[in-house]
C-alpha cells in the first residue's frame, strides 16, 4: 500500500511523485508499504502549514490543549496491541517490548496532558511598591522533531507531546526505517480531531527532507534523537538562525560490577540491557565494568545464559532477540566485531551474523561479549548499536570509575553493590546523565528527566518537567499599579 504526508490536516504524496519501501528487518520479504520521498517543496508545505496553524493552536488554553493529549492516550490504548504488532514488524524488536514503546506514549499523554492544567511559571515580588512581576511560559514556535526508529512511538512521543501542550506547532520527519508506525501513530492524532497543520508529518531521509526541514527559516527550533554526526551538523545549521537545538545523542553505558555484588541479578541485567531490544537503545549497556576478584565467576554465567537466547522473528512468544535494523547496520556490527579481534579483545560468545533457518529471512546477529577489553580500543569506545558488550576489568572501585568516565558519552550508568557508601559514591563519580543502583541502564521512566553529559547531548533533557522547559519559553511580565514613573536600580 502507498502512504502519504500529512500536511495541513490533507495527506498528499511528495511533490515529485518518488517513493521509498519499509522493509520488515526479520523478513526481508515482508514490506510495509511505501513512503513519500519527501524534499524542499515538500519541507515548505509542511512549515508554512504549522506556520498559518500557529497562532489558533497558541491561543487555545493549554488544558484544552491537554485534553486532546488525553484523547490521544485514550486511542494508544485502544490499539496498543495493533500498533504493537506493526512495530515488531517493522522495526523487529519482540513484541513484548513492542507494548512496552506504545506503554511508553500512553504514558507520556496522560502524563503531559496534565502538564496543561499547570505549566507552571512564577511570581515574585518587585524591588518597587505598587508593582509586580511574574513569568509565563510561551510557546517557542514551529518547531521540527527528527526521531530515531529504536524507539519508533516512545521517542517521538517525547517531543510531540510536549511541543504540543506548550502551545508549538511541529513537522515531524520519523526515521525512515519506521515510516509506516510513523503514520499509525499520526493516525491517531487525526482521529483524536488536532487542528489541521497544527501537527506535520513527513516523509523521508536526512540528507533531503531533514536538511530542508532544519535549514528552513520559519523553523524556530529543532529536536533531534541520533548520531553524533548527525548531531552536530545538525547544531551547526540551527546555530546559523540561532535556533533552540536539543539533541540526544550516543551512549557507551557502563555497568560496574562490584566485589560485593549478587551475581545472578548483575547477570540477568547485563543481557536485559545489553541485548535487550537487540542492544538497540542508546541506553544498552554496551561497556560492562568488572572488578577482578568476580571477573570469571561473573562472565561464566553471563555466557551460559546468553548462550539460551532466542533468536527471532520478535512476533513469536518464545522469540527473546529480534533482528537488527537492516543490512548496513548489521554489516557495521560486524565489522566492529571483527576490529575487535584485531584490536586484541577475546571474543567468548557470538561475533556471528546469524543465517540458520528462518533467520536467513532477515537481518539478525549473535549475542556477542568480549573480554580483554582495555580503553585504547575502538570497540570499547565508539558506539556499535547491537547486540555487543565489551568486559574489562578493574582493580577496585576507583579503577571502575576511571574506566566507565573513560567516553565521549554519558548518558546512563549503573553499578551492582551492596555496599551503601560505594552505591551512594558512583551517584557522584560516574559521568551520565542517568545512574541505577542495582539494576541495569535501561527502562527510563517518563517523568523524570532523560538525557546525557558530554557528546550525548547539549544540556537539555527530554521527558519529565525538563521537556515542559525544552518546548517553552520565558516571558517575563511587569505590572505597575503606582500611577507614576518608578525607575528600578534606584534612578530618581
Ligand atoms: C532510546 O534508546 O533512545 O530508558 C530511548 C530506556 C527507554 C528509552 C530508551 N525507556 O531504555
Given at each position: 500500500m502507498k502512504y502519504k504526508n500529512w500536511i495541513g490536516g490533507n495527506w498528499v504524496d511528495a511533490k515529485s511523485g518518488r517513493t521509498f519501501q519499509s522493509i520488515s528487518p526479520?523478513?526481508?520479504?515482508d514490506i510495509l508499504g511505501e513512503f513519500p520521498f519527501s524534499e524542499k517543496q515538500d519541507v515548505n508545505a509542511a512549515v508554512e502549514a504549522a506556520d498559518k496553524a500557529f497562532h489558533d493552536w497558541s491561543h487555545i488554553p493549554s488544558p484544552r490543549r491537554g485534553e486532546l493529549l488525553f484523547a490521544v492516550g485514550e486511542l494508544l490504548k485502544g490499539r496498543k496491541e495493533e500498533l504493537a504488532k506493526i512495530m515488531t514488524r517493522e522495526m523487529g524488536k519482540v513484541l513484548n517490548e513492542a507494548r512496552g514503546d506504545v506503554q511508553e506514549a500512553i504514558d507520556m499523554a496522560y502524563y503531559v496532558g496534565g502538564e496543561g492544567r499547570r505549566l507552571l511559571g512564577y511570581v515574585t515580588p518587585s524591588e518597587l511598591p505598587n508593582k509586580t512581576c511574574y513569568a509565563i511560559r510561551r510557546p517557542v514556535g514551529r518547531v521540527a522533531l527528527i526521531t530515531p526508529w529504536n524507539f519508533p512511538i516512545a521517542v517521538p512521543s517525547w517531543k510531540i507531546f510536549p511541543a504540543l501542550i506548550a502551545g508549538n506547532t511541529i513537522v515531524w520527519k520519523p526515521a525512515q526505517d519506521t515510516p509506516r508506525i510513523a503514520y499509525e501513530f499520526s493516525r491517531v492524532f487525526e482521529e483524536a480531531g488536532i487542528p489541521k497543520g497544527v501537527f506535520n508529518l513527513l516523509f523521508g531521509f536526512g540528507r533531503e527532507a531533514g536538511q530542508a526541514l532544519v535549514e528552513h527559516a520559519k523553523i524556530d527550533m529543532i529536536s533531534f534523537t541520533g548520531s553524533v554526526d548527525v548531531g552536530r551538523h545538525i547544531y551547526e545549521m540551527g546555530a546559523k538562525k540561532i535556533n533552540h537545538v536539543h539533541l540526544e545523542l550516543g551512549g557507551k553505558n557502563p555497568i560496574l560490577v562490584m566485589e560485593d555484588a549478587g551475581l545472578e541479578l548483575a547477570a540477568d541485567a547485563i543481557l536485559w540491557s545489553a541485548f535487550g531490544t537487540t542492544g538497540q537503545r542508546c541506553t544498552a549497556c554496551s561497556r560492562l565494568i568488572v572488578v577482578e576478584s568476580v571477573h570469571d565467576p561473573l562472565i561464566a554465567i553471563l555466557v551460559k545464559k546468553a548462550k539460551k537466547l532466542k533468536l527471532g522473528n520478535g512476533l513469536n512468544a518464545d522469540v527473546e532477540i529480534g533482528p537488527v535494523i537492516n543490512k548496513t547496520q548489521l554489516k557495521s556490527i560486524h565489522d566492529y566485531v571483527e576490529l575487535g579481534i584485531k584490536e586484541g579483545a577475546k571474543l567468548e560468545i557470538g561475533g556471528k551474523i546469524a543465517t540458520e533457518g528462518d533467520l536467513a529471512k532477515g537481518t539478525f546477529y549473535m549475542p556477542t561479549i568480549f573480554t580483554g577489553v582495555t580503553p585504547e580500543m575502538r570497540i570499547f569506545q565508539e558506539e556499535i548499536f547491537g547486540p555487543v558488550l565489551t568486559v574489562s576489568k578493574a582493580k577496585g572501585y576507583e579503577h571502575a570509575i576511571e574506566l566507565a568516565n573513560d567516553t565521549q558519552f554519558g548518558l546512563s550508568s549503573a553499578i551492582f553493590t551492596r555496599n551503601v557508601y560505594t552505591a551512594q559514591r558512583a551517584i557522584d563519580d560516574l559521568e551520565a546523565g542517568i545512574t541505577y543502583i542495582n539494576y541495569g541502564t535501561t527502562g527510563a521512566e517518563v517523568h523524570l528527566p532523560f538525557g546525557g553529559v558530554k557528546n550525548t547531548g547539549n544540556g537539555g533533557r527530554e521527558a519529565g518537567q525538563a521537556a515542559i522547559e525544552q518546548y517553552s519559553e520565558w516571558k517575563t511580565v511587569y505590572i505597575d499599579y503606582s500611577g507614576h514613573l518608578q525607575k528600578a536600580q534606584g534612578i530618581d
Open positions: 526479520a523478513d526481508n520479504s
